[in-house]
């Protein structure tokens, strides 16, 4: 069992930047893989990043690169998202999610979710 706690999100102008946070509770952490969603309202879920917590791998998806970086810091069993340069497009809840079973974007094959943070970028 794995639980996700996310945190980190709010209200920013467009240009603004915010770090989210996930805090990860499991013994086997070093061996996670932990990604990012965001979903907005009456959209689909949607991949942003991506860490391997244990090989330091990351994946984004084409519309965060260069704006968005992921990080993580073993000690604290946390993974961030820096998200820089934000807009409009980017309002949703944003969530962090492992226990990947399938594609790595595929958020209907993961099993341990957080409960999300909002973030809202204001034009």
């Known amino acids: 069992q794995v639980q996700l706690v996310e945190s980190g999100g709010g209200s920013v102008q467009a240009g603004g930047s915010l770090r989210l946070s996930c805090a990860a509770s499991?013994?086997?952490?070093?061996?996670?893989?932990i990604s990012w969603f965001r979903q907005a309202p009456g959209k689909e879920r949607e991949g942003v990043a991506a860490i391997s917590t244990g090989g330091g791998s990351t994946y984004y998806a084409d519309s965060v690169k260069g704006r968005f970086t992921i990080s993580q810091d073993n000690a604290k069993n946390t993974v961030y998202l820096q998200m820089n340069s934000l807009k409009p497009d980017d309002t949703a809840m944003y969530y962090c999610?492992?226990?990947?079973?399938?594609?790595?974007?595929?958020?209907?094959?993961?099993?341990?979710w957080g409960q999300g943070t909002q973030v809202t970028v204001s034009s």
């Open positions: 999610a492992t226990g990947s079973y399938g594609g790595i974007w595929d958020h209907m094959k993961y099993l341990y």
């Open positions: 499991a013994y086997r952490y070093s061996r996670l893989s």
